[in-house]
């Protein structure tokens, strides 16, 4: 112990210049462990919509009236309550359900979907199969929800959802469900919902291998109430976006990547001169008895010190970031912070062999 | 012995000049994106630009006083040698209004017809849109307003994501939303707020965007200058400390006749081979790797590749010159005149 520690002294002799290569690489492989999340979780979300591809699921950009929630026809519900009951579409509300009601489901986020056809669309989410049903997200752990009101209908709650489970909807793009509950609701609620939650579940409206006829009619039925919606086709839609996304997060990858090796090569340049500047010391130490293991384990230290312990505390720290965040992809910085471990076991190698050279 | 002590030095920078090619070239990649957003937030208006994000005011206005001041801003920008454009934000319909009396968007069709009814807003609908679809196969254009007349098809700029057309300004009154006028004066575009408080407008954002800011403000590019110049700092390192290794190499050569310009000469010409290889592998790796990762087909040879290589290459050869010239001319054991 007193070995290494006398090897992160070491390093402290030289702060200023291994506070500088310290803190480049802590940034590097924070920025890195970022873009590398983005990627992982562009990727599930790909995965994610692979069967409403297969399906030419149709999505909807909304454009909202100027002022005002969309006042929806009843037509227009009934519209979508056929398509859902025919297993040509779903719906879902995430963020405008009971919004005057901070007591709602516990004051939990919700995740209200309509359409018997998910479970089919969504097979890695295990959601309860009755219908009206609900689950918790595995962090709740509030005993005292047991059901959720939806206008008079007593949905119960009869499960917990597995940890990391995550709806890949294309519109939500990987919607974390550790902290919601999820209610799988009947179609007949969809009419007694109020302005601003019917607006959502229309917008939200997901149609399966529609005929144009019908996306035309649900374009024009909602045109005519000043809601205009843009379809995108997801087979053609999402694999473009993806590659988009995925073209900017390669850019950073490579980047940091680059700018890593570069800040490694100015360490080992940096690490090969304090071990030549510490060749006499060691000697001294040889002398009088230090074994290489002791030797070998200072320079563990001097290396802890500058290419592991901080961006190994920086990646936890972001870790728990992303978890609390709710981020889809949480333990990627764990790739990195394993990438570090492995470079610096490698330097470690490295130094001993050189400071065996440098001694003779 | 010497040839390989040459080949060591030229992979020792080829491999530093690889690593800041890919890091030049991930600079040149996020200036291009800029640009590419900047010319897509002004649709293609030049000069500077401010953009006006109007909301509906608490001020009463009647109809005719909002219609009275629409044509006075209308007169105003025509007068000024100006161009407004309207864009939706999410809210109202999916389209762009245009006054372009001037004719300063190059994308959208200019009126030079005596006949043209200027008091009917005419539509171009955008090439591939859902509308343009539904125009073309049905003559059905539900986003339209009813009194607009569709009077052509046009490929749609850059930026403007789902928007379905662009139409002329009629008759009928401006909605909020996203207005871009191309001029900063802080002159006109008081009047023109003025003109829209009349309207029954507010501003809720005010924002120019001139060129050098936009540039500055845009994070992308800032981190990717960022890691360019710390990565220059880490090669600057490295080769000052390869170098001041070969410090009593130098001395010798000194002794024996060799001048400092000749040191630096011969290292620079002998390790221009290791840099100029390094800054080309560079260019075309991160190339590849980005087309690799992001799964898309890129040219092996594009005028990306050339630009990062070319600004890598000329920062290289001159960071591995000035690192010779100040470990050659200012070391006391090599120079031994001082």
């Known amino acids: 112990m007193r070995e290494l520690w006398a090897g992160v002294i070491m390093a402290c002799r030289r702060w200023q210049a291994m506070l500088g290569i310290s803190g480049m690489i802590a940034a590097a492989c924070v920025v890195f462990a970022l873009a590398l999340e983005d990627v992982v979780s562009q990727v599930a979300v790909l995965k994610g919509g692979q069967h409403l591809r297969e399906q030419h699921a149709v999505t909807f950009t909304p454009y909202y009236p100027q002022g005002e929630p969309t006042q929806v026809g009843n037509d227009t519900i009934q519209y979508v309550i056929d398509q859902i009951n025919n297993r040509k579409g779903y719906t879902a509300i995430i963020h405008n359900m009971a919004l005057d009601d901070p007591d709602f489901a516990g004051g939990y986020p919700t995740l209200i979907l309509f359409g018997d056809v998910i479970p089919d669309l969504y097979p890695e989410l295990p959601l309860c199969e009755s219908v009206p049903c609900a689950m918790k997200g595995s962090k709740i752990v509030d005993e005292k929800i047991n059901a959720v009101n939806i206008e008079g209908e007593n949905i119960p709650v009869v499960g917990t959802l597995p940890a990391g489970a995550t709806f890949f909807d294309p519109l939500a793009a990987g919607l974390p469900l550790d902290n919601r509950i999820v209610i799988r609701a009947p179609t007949k609620l969809l009419p007694l919902l109020n302005s601003i939650e019917k607006e959502e579940a229309i917008t939200r409206t997901v149609l399966l291998d529609p005929e144009a006829k019908v996306v035309d009619t649900f374009i024009t039925m909602n045109a005519n109430s000043e809601l205009y919606l843009i379809p995108h086709d997801i087979a053609v839609d999402q694999p473009q976006r993806f590659r988009e996304l995925m073209g900017r997060s390669a850019i950073y990858i490579v980047g940091m990547l680059s700018f890593l090796l570069l800040v490694f090569i100015a360490f080992v340049s940096s690490a090969r001169l304090t071990i030549r500047q510490e060749d006499r010391a060691f000697k001294i130490r040889a002398m009088y008895g230090a074994t290489p293991f002791h030797l070998s384990l200072r320079i563990g230290g001097f290396l802890a010190a500058v290419v592991l312990i901080p961006p190994v505390a920086l990646l936890s720290l972001l870790i728990v970031y992303l978890h609390i965040a709710g981020a889809p992809s949480p333990n990627v910085p764990l790739w990195v912070i394993l990438g570090i471990l492995l470079t610096f076991f490698l330097l470690w190698l490295w130094a001993i062999r050189s400071t065996k050279k440098i001694g003779g | ?338």
């Not at chain 2, 044509?71 to 025509?78: A, P, S």
């Not at chain 2, 934000?89 to 959208?108: N, T």
């Open chain 2, 1 to 338: 012995m010497k040839k390989n002590k040459w080949l060591f030095l030229n992979i020792r920078l080829a491999l530093s000049s690889v690593l800041l090619s890919m890091l030049t070239s991930f600079m040149v990649h996020a200036f291009m994106l800029t640009l590419e957003s900047r010319q897509e937030s002004t649709f293609g208006l030049t000069g500077k630009i401010t953009v006006l994000t109007m909301i509906n005011g608490p001020q009463e206005v009647t109809e005719t006083d909002a219609t009275y001041a629409q044509n006075m801003l209308k007169d105003y920008i025509k007068k000024q040698s100006l161009s407004l454009v309207y864009t939706s934000v999410g809210d109202g319909r999916p389209e762009m209004i245009v006054y372009d009396p001037h004719g300063f968007l190059p994308w959208f069709p200019r009126v030079t017809d005596e006949s043209f009814d200027l008091t009917t807003s005419h539509a171009y609908l955008f090439r591939g849109t859902y509308t343009e679809n539904q125009w073309s196969n049905f003559a059905k254009a539900p986003f339209l307003p009813e009194e607009v007349k569709v009077s052509g098809v046009i490929d749609s700029p850059s930026g403007t994501d789902n928007l379905q057309y662009a139409r002329t300004i009629g008759q009928d009154p401006l909605p909020s939303g996203s207005y871009t006028i191309n001029t900063s004066d802080p002159v006109q575009i008081k009047h023109i707020i003025d003109l829209f408080y009349q309207m029954g407008f507010i501003p809720q954002v005010s924002k120019e965007i001139p060129l050098f800011t936009y540039f500055v403000n845009n994070p992308f590019l800032v981190i990717t200058v960022l890691f360019l110049v710390m990565g220059l700092l880490c090669i600057v390192f490295d080769w000052f400390l390869y170098n001041q290794e070969r410090v009593r190499e130098f001395g010798i050569r000194r002794r024996y006749g060799a001048l400092p310009t000749n040191l630096v000469r011969e290292n620079l010409i002998v390790g221009m081979a290791g840099l100029l290889i390094g800054s080309v592998i560079g260019g075309i790796l991160s190339n590849l790797l980005v087309a690799g990762i992001s799964q898309t087909n890129r040219q092996l040879f594009n005028l990306q590749t050339f630009t990062s290589t070319a600004i890598s290459f000329a920062i290289v050869i001159l960071t591995w010159s000035s690192i010779l010239y100040v470990v050659i001319k200012t070391n006391k054991e090599v120079n031994i005149d001082a």
